[in-house]
T-cell receptor
Framework: QKEVEQDPGPLSVPEGAIVSLNCTYS??????FMWYRQYSRKGPELLMYTYSSGNKEDGRFTAQVDKSSKYISLFIRDSQPSDSATYLCAMAGNQFYFGTGTSLTVIP | NAGVTQTPKFQVLKTGQSMTLQCAQD?????MSWYRQDPGMGLRLIHYSVGAGITDQGEVPNGYNVSRSTTEDFPLRLLSAAPSQTSVYFC?????????????FGPGTRLTVT
């Protein structure tokens, strides 16, 4: 069983839609949870970083962590064409583990 | 701050050739790591270092060597390139190894082995 599972998509939504991206994980020792955004032919850039369970909001982005279900989510409100990218979840306990990424396209 | 820098951006090698991918960071981070990214496989850890003079293997270390003589630099060596090493390589750094600080990525090196 992989440490982190992420639906690869692709996901295609109209501009202005709410986007929900999700990951599940198996290791209950994970304490730190991250979302990275990766544009085509670029390196991953950190989007959201949370510790333990709960919600964190930053502008149009909200990260949720449910440790009891081993489930994390990223919500994007009022999605824009500039949000079109691959989104990778990541988590850490004693090292970093990454999901395979979900490809998102926001159609104008 | 330049952050994490990688050179070269692109490289084409013939099977059997060797080369070194360079990685440097100017954030005084102790933890540095190398990943390869292949379609459908996500980011896979090759080697990592928790400080100068200390390195260890990740998930896919075969065919690669690393060393860490300074805090700033963490080069990745391909000993005898194989077509299976065609990939995009990312270097990353963080203050610590346990995830309690964010990990920052370089722009990547796109390697093709023919």
């Amino acid at each position: 069983q992989k440490e982190v599972e992420q639906d690869p998509g692709p996901l295609s939504v109209p501009e202005g839609a709410i986007v929900s991206l999700n990951c599940t994980y198996s290791n209950s020792a994970f304490q730190y949870f991250m979302w990275y955004r990766q544009y085509s032919r670029k390196g991953p850039e950190l989007l959201m970083y949370t510790y333990s369970s709960g919600n964190k909001e930053d502008g149009r982005f909200t990260a949720q962590v449910d440790k009891s279900s081993k489930y994390i989510s990223l919500f994007i409100r009022d999605s824009q064409p500039s949000d079109s990218a691959t989104y990778l979840c990541a988590m850490a306990g004693n090292q970093f583990y990454f999901g395979t990424g979900t490809s998102l396209t926001v159609i104008p | 701050n330049a952050g994490v820098t990688q050179t070269p951006k692109f490289q084409v090698l013939k099977t059997g050739q060797s080369m070194t991918l360079q990685c440097a960071q100017d954030m005084n981070h102790e933890y540095m790591s190398w990943y390869r990214q292949d379609p459908g496989m996500g980011l896979r850890l090759i080697h990592y270092s928790v400080g100068a003079g200390i390195t260890d293997q990740g998930e896919v270390p075969n065919g690669y060597n690393v060393s860490r003589s300074t805090t700033e630099d963490f080069p990745l060596r391909l000993l005898s390139a194989a077509p299976s090493q065609t990939s995009v390589y990312f270097c990353a750094s963080s203050k610590t190894w346990d995830g309690s600080y964010e990990q920052y990525f370089g722009p990547g090196t796109r390697l093709t082995v023919t």
